[in-house]
């Protein structure tokens, strides 16, 4: 089968089209034909090895197929597993998608309604299931509320901006271009804010008449946590759930600390990969959920470019220039 290995650590270019073996299902696992799938700001940060001595969930040892979700169809099963599932069309939170085939545990795949389309289903797993568990497991996200998305323009900051409007949430949305802010707005954010050119603190407290926001959901971070406490209402909370500009300067931690004690603040990091280890059920019913949105028109996940799988390291240019809103789809 044709996949795209990351053969080393470093730019786009060690990202090989080429012929590998294809998988064979285990036990307990299903063997799907790869419709589709799509590139991340994650996989462009494990192929730099910005991981590298991280979690295993993350640290990965090259060469290796990334990509971390699909959707498909099920031409094999293994031992364990109900033919049932053969011919299935299915989304699946699994590794190593960046190719013809896969193989995921049973467990990692759901059906997918015959009324969605493969492009837009493989944006489900990953993207929009990591925006739902930043608000119904990092946090308790409550109708009424006021939420701060970072990198609203983002996969899963347009996921979060979409899934916290149905939950009930005003949305302040950050982004980094003009163009990125309208786009945000068009996702349903309240208000959107272009970070770089505006005081972020100073503005969001301006839009909530001094108070602040309950939440934060931060996947840039850095210097960016500062901002986060100067605007979160005493009790707020912020979710960090990646760190795009690294950790805040060391000599800054102590005034940040002092600052999160003064108003009881709670600061926490999220990672799917916790959910995926210890609730694995969760996963599966957060998936169906939120294919049902999508059935249902709640949710519209956004397509900025499709590529043919040969063309992936172009996804990943793309990315990296940072001009991206929505998602880059990657169709085998």
């Not at 407290?205 to 108070?211: E, N, R, S, V």
Request: with cysteine; proline share 4%; net charge negative.
């Amino acid at each position: 089968m044709k996949a795209v290995v990351a053969t080393r650590f470093g730019a786009s270019d060690v990202l090989e089209y080429c012929e590998v073996d294809k998988p064979e299902p285990k036990s307990g696992e299903l063997l799907v034909r790869v419709k589709a799938t799509a590139v991340g700001f994650g996989d462009t940060l494990i192929r730099i090895g910005a991981y590298r001595g991280g979690p295993d969930s993350h640290s990965y040892s090259l060469p290796a197929v990334l990509g971390f979700q699909a959707s498909g169809i099920v031409e094999g099963v293994g031992n364990g597993v109900s033919n049932n599932w053969l011919g299935r069309r299915v989304v699946a939170n699994a590794a190593h998608t960046n190719a013809e085939y896969l193989v995921c545990s049973e467990g990692s795949a759901v059906e997918m309604p015959d009324s969605v389309d493969f492009d837009v289903a493989t944006l489900i797993p990953n993207f929009y299931l990591t925006a739902y568990h930043l608000l119904h497991t990092a946090v308790t996200a409550r109708a009424g509320q006021t939420a701060v998305v970072w990198a609203a323009a983002g996969g899963v900051g347009t996921a979060l901006v979409q899934l916290a409007k149905h939950v009930g949430l005003k949305v302040i949305a950050m982004a980094g271009s003009a163009e990125k802010c309208a786009f945000a707005r068009a996702q349903g954010a309240d208000h959107v804010i272009e970070y770089g050119h505006e005081q972020v603190s100073q503005r969001v407290l301006d839009l909530t008449g001094g108070a602040g926001v309950d939440l934060v959901f931060n996947p840039v971070a850095g210097d960016t946590i500062n901002d986060d406490v100067r605007m979160l209402v005493p009790h707020g909370k912020a979710v960090i759930y990646g760190l795009i500009q690294g950790l805040p300067k060391p000599d800054a931690v102590q005034t940040l600390l002092f600052e999160v004690m003064a108003k009881s603040l709670s600061i926490s990091m999220f990672s799917l990969w916790t959910v995926m280890e210890h609730e694995p059920e969760r996963i599966r019913q957060s998936l169906r959920e939120l294919l049902k949105l999508l059935e249902a028109g709640k949710i519209a996940p956004q397509i900025y470019a499709k590529l043919p799988l040969s063309d992936l390291a172009k996804g990943h240019d793309l990315l990296e220039s940072r001009k991206v809103m929505g998602n880059v789809v990657i169709e085998p």
